[in-house]
Nanobody
């Protein structure tokens, strides 16, 4: 399995920006960002994914403010988040190792490797 370590989270005011990083130890092609909101009943939510060829896929409503990218030489995945809103408050996770089946891309149970997450809090 791939070891993943997220960083870059923190507290920011509404309208602010953050860039999250995920350092991967080991070889992986497919990587993605998910988040887990503290609100009751919320499931782990997919944000964006990047396959080995550099093709990005975004979950609905995420593309406008979030951008996924990767430094393959350093094996680091990034998530640039702009115009943050209080509803973006969550624990943000990096995932890797998706086995395929694009219709299941946002099913977090299909991803075998996870980091511990980095907390993002958006409040005034």
């Amino acid at each position: 399995q791939v070891r993943l370590v997220e960083s870059g989270g923190g507290s920011v005011q509404p309208g602010g920006s953050l860039r999250l990083s995920c350092e991967a130890s080991g070889s992986t092609n497919y990587m993605a960002w998910f988040r887990q909101s503290p609100a009751p009943g919320k499931v782990r939510e997919g944000i964006a994914a990047l396959d080995g060829s550099g093709r990005s896929t975004y979950a609905d409503s995420m593309k406008r403010r979030f951008t996924i990218s990767r430094d393959k030489a350093k094996n680091i995945l990034y998530l640039q988040m702009n115009s943050l809103e209080p509803e973006d408050t969550a624990l943000y996770y990096c995932a890797a190792g998706f086995p395929g089946g694009e219709w299941q891309l946002w099913n977090w149970l299909r991803w075998p490797s996870w980091g511990r997450g980095t907390q993002v809090t958006v409040s005034s």
